[in-house]
């Protein structure tokens, strides 16, 4: 078994008398795309943040090629490898495209206090930035101003954003949500080669995504993970279709 | 080149001809009239660094604005009374030479704004708005209570300090060295706006969880936007000073605070030249309605309602239309 | 030092603690409900004070002028709400800032033009006026003890207010969700217009109660304005209780710190350095106070956490 790239032991968080993850321990391995999915209210946005750090879990680890990030805030998460897209667009509307990327770039190599020399003429943030839209499909958008994307655009460059960091592993909040048949399936295209630079982990809705894409699924109810295992997997697992997959197999 | 590009210059122009002209008509109340326009501006080109990029609603921008006119109020008068400002453990006399002043007061009040900013950034919306004011607040009530340097009455310095190889004396040479200032603020504040730290800040403005997502810590972001920020408005503090040859703390009172975040909104947000345009027209304005109503801030306040309520986008938003991304 | 001028010194803090929190409160009730900051809060405090000024010197009568400054103010809340405030409620905080700052710029001009620069006195009610004797031989003001009571009063019944009347359960239901009390069938302009008189009205009559003790003048209104700004970011932005104990702790603070740190100085400096540094450092005592609960709870001490 390859050794695991991201890692979690025990989480727990709870909000009130609300156990919004409990015991959550699962894991991501290089190459592979490893699927969470539950129903609404599940925990997986709750999950995300604890992964993400956004969120401090009550009990529990999170490991980032082997090393505890559990301390660390988002922005050392981010420069230890892990890259994040949102479930809802988090860009910033008034700057073009390029800039957008141009941000992921200047997060990848750090020093953000130059001050005099146009961050865009800088050749290595412009190349690594306009490497990422190409490979999304916008590159020709790229002096486009991002409140002018369309949504499906924009969830394009959400991803983008996270390729211009080239992560150790990525974290996907859901990024078909809203894209329609023809897009999520460029998408799904897209992520399946994506694998093989970094492991995914997906949260998604979209059930054909998943079963195309993953070669791993847990199940998360009511914050436990009640079953984990390869798409065939879940597919048969009675109490997985009880709880979840019931009406939709 | 864009209209928006077109129209600075010509405001830029603007300020180079008519002083020039005022100086050849011998009209020196223009210039020094000019030369408070171009000190505000000043004082708000570094106040926009925060607030224009960083999205910070500084309310107590003037507690920078004060530090560098005590700065120069200070240093100038133990230069004056011939009395050092300390002799032990080392001696440290004071000084009427410009750049030495400039020094102390960038390095001040770009002190206080670190501490501020330390603890007010910590917090974000209305608090930091309140919370600036507060501190705006307090050092207004220090330099009130603080009798060794005039308290209430603030201190005079009967000449104007010096600058190597001219005389500030007339009012056109130290014009010129404001207007100087100001346009190497503007170069400075343009630069950053396109540069990778304008791009992360002004990213940590719109959407501070994308840009923690990057790798970059917003706080201290804002932090050194904040800092920069003061040191500029603190060097138009002690020009300032200089001009009145007077310092007092109405220097550090809430409203020249307020009046800063004015010419910014007047002249356009997130504009480069936005603070200079508000200001010039705050400076004019004050000086006509002033002298034909005594209650000239009431058609200011309602002026400024107007603009808030309907006008968008400020003069340059008017004549330059919508601001556009760079880059 | 005596206790007798310890005990006078804390009444006199609570004195302006309690008047704090009634400017205070109306400010913390516009923002947890309508999300508005509102800077022109101190210019109907001082137009509460003009109003009891005017109106008491031309009938005499101090209750009469009460009234008005109760009716002014209130009168002057809603209608600035009704043609500027309520155009805000969408907009940024930056554009909340401006706007007000400009209605400041109107009143205190307006009021400067109707009322000229000298300051206007209103007289302590014959009644209220010289000293009492409290348990323990205390002498005291009738009028600040009366001040102290009569705010309570007001505290006490903003409290039921928000907690037992139909009003309340509007106003509370209006903090956490808009959609919610629309959805509730409330008149939400109506609510936010009576919420935004109650406050000026509260700003009004601590102006009023005030203005007999010190003058009434133009520009009087802001740096209680600021002091209320310090009350309810040591509190907590959006509780009233938050501004309570914030208004009981800045009173006490100013008014102690400027009594007793000169003299604590006086221990261990010459009296004269004393003073000096004692005076500076009780000027800025509510803002280092400020500091310190903001580092130790960032959203106040009754906020919300963020």
């Not at chain 1, 990327?101 to 206090?113: E, I, N, T, V, W």
Request: glycine share 12%.
């Amino acid at each position: 078994m390859a050794k695991a790239v991201l890692e979690t032991k025990g989480l727990r968080k709870a909000f009130g008398a609300l156990q919004a993850t409990d015991d959550v321990s699962i894991s991501l391995r290089a190459g592979e795309i490893h699927a969470i999915i539950g129903p609404n209210g599940a925990g997986k946005s709750t999950l995300i943040g604890q992964i993400s750090g956004a969120l401090t879990p009550d009990a529990g680890q999170v490991l980032l090629g082997g090393k505890d990030v559990t301390g660390l805030p988002v922005q050392a998460r981010a420069r230890a490898g892990l890259a994040r897209t949102f479930q809802i667009s988090q860009l910033a509307m008034e700057d073009t495209v390029l800039q957008n990327a141009a941000l992921g770039a200047l997060g990848a190599f750090g020093r953000p206090f130059g001050m005099v020399r146009p961050v865009l003429r800088d050749t290595a943030i412009r190349d690594r930035a306009e490497a990422a839209l190409e490979r999304v499909g916008l590159l020709d958008q790229r002096a486009m101003r991002t409140a002018e994307l369309s949504h499906g655009q924009r969830r394009q460059l959400e991803v983008a954003v996270a390729l211009t960091l080239e992560p150790r592993a990525f974290v996907m909040d859901e990024p078909m949500a809203g894209l329609g048949t023809e897009g999520s399936a460029r998408l799904t295209g897209f992520l399946d080669e994506l694998r093989s630079q970094a492991p995914i982990l997906l949260v998604e809705h979209d059930m054909d995504a998943v079963f195309a894409l993953a070669d791993r699924i847990s199940v998360l109810v009511y914050g436990r993970v009640i079953a984990s295992g390869t798409v065939e997997e879940i597919r048969r697992d009675p109490a997985v279709r009880e709880a979840y997959l019931g009406d939709e197999t | 080149m864009t209209r928006e590009t077109l129209f600075n210059l010509a405001v830029l122009a603007g300020l180079i001809a008519l002083p020039l002209y005022a100086h050849l008509a011998e009209e020196p109340f223009t210039i020094t009239l000019a030369t408070r326009a171009v000190i505000l501006s000043l004082a708000a080109v570094g106040l926009n660094i925060a607030l224009g990029i960083g999205g910070l609603v500084s309310l107590g921008h003037a507690v920078f604005f004060g530090i560098g006119g005590y700065a120069m109020g200070i240093l100038a008068f133990h230069a004056q009374n011939y009395m050092p400002l300390m002799e032990a453990p080392f001696l440290i006399e004071g000084t009427k030479s410009m750049p030495m002043i400039w020094l102390v007061a960038v390095i001040a009040s770009a002190l206080a704004a670190l501490v501020i900013g330390l603890l007010s950034l910590r917090t974000s919306g209305v608090y930091f708005i309140m919370i600036t004011l507060a501190f705006g607040q307090m050092f207004y009530y220090f330099a009130i209570s603080w009798s060794a340097y005039g308290g209430e009455d603030g201190m005079s310095i009967y000449v104007r300090n010096d600058f190597p190889g001219l005389n500030t004396l007339v009012p056109i040479q130290f014009y010129g060295l404001c207007l100087a200032a100001l346009v190497l603020a503007l170069g400075f504040n343009g630069a950053l706006a396109r540069s990778r730290f304008g791009l992360a800040l002004n990213a940590a403005r719109q959407v501070p969880e994308r840009v923690r997502a990057v790798g970059l810590d917003p706080f201290r972001l804002r932090l050194v936007a904040f800092t920069i920020s003061g040191a500029i408005t603190g060097l138009a503090g002690a020009l300032f000073a200089d001009l009145n040859r007077f310092v007092s703390p109405t220097m550090f009172s809430w409203q020249l605070s307020g009046e800063f975040i004015v010419f910014i909104i007047i002249g356009g947000t997130a504009r480069l030249f936005g603070p200079v345009v508000g200001a010039c027209l705050f400076v004019v304005l004050e000086h006509y309605i002033g002298g034909w109503s005594d209650y000239w801030h009431i058609w200011f306040g309602l002026l400024l309602l107007v603009i808030v309520l309907f006008g968008r986008g400020g003069v340059i938003g008017l004549i330059a239309g919508k601001a556009r991304a760079h880059g | 030092m005596s206790l007798i001028l310890i005990a006078e010194q804390i009444l006199n803090g609570l004195q302006s603690g309690i008047m704090l929190f009634l400017m205070a409160a109306g400010l913390t009730l516009i923002f947890g409900v309508m999300g508005l900051i509102n800077l022109a809060h101190g210019s109907l405090y001082m137009v509460g004070a003009f109003c009891a000024a005017a109106v008491a010197a031309a009938t005499g009568s101090f209750a009469l002028g009460l009234v008005a400054a109760l009716a002014g103010a209130a009168a002057a809340g809603a209608l600035i709400e009704l043609v500027v405030i309520r155009r805000l409620y969408d907009r940024d905080h930056l554009d909340q800032v401006l706007a007000t700052f400009a209605l400041i710029l109107v009143f205190s001009e307006g009021t400067r033009w109707v009322f000229g620069s000298f300051p206007l006195y209103l007289d302590v009610p014959a009644a209220l006026s010289g000293p009492v004797t409290l348990p323990g031989g205390i002498e005291y003001p009738l009028y600040r003890l009366t001040l102290i009571l009569a705010g309570l009063a007001v505290a006490a019944g903003l409290f039921w207010l928000i907690a037992r009347t139909r009003i309340g359960i509007q106003i509370r239901a209006g903090e956490n969700d808009r959609e919610m009390i629309a959805a509730l069938g409330v008149d939400i302009d109506r609510l936010y217009t009576f919420i935004f008189a109650l406050g000026a009205a509260l700003a009004g009559l601590a102006g009023a109660l005030v203005g007999a003790i010190q003058s009434v003048q133009v520009g009087m209104g802001e740096p209680v304005l600021i002091l209320a700004f310090v009350t309810i970011v040591i509190g907590g932005i959006g509780s009233i209780k938050g501004a309570l104990v914030g208004a009981l702790l800045v009173g006490l603070t100013e008014t102690l710190g400027s009594v007793f740190l000169p003299e604590v100085f006086k221990l261990f400096m010459a009296p004269a350095a004393a003073t000096q540094t004692g005076a500076s450092l009780s000027s800025m005592a509510i803002y280092i106070l400020m500091a310190g609960v903001l580092l130790w709870r960032p959203t106040g001490l009754f906020g919300a956490r963020a």
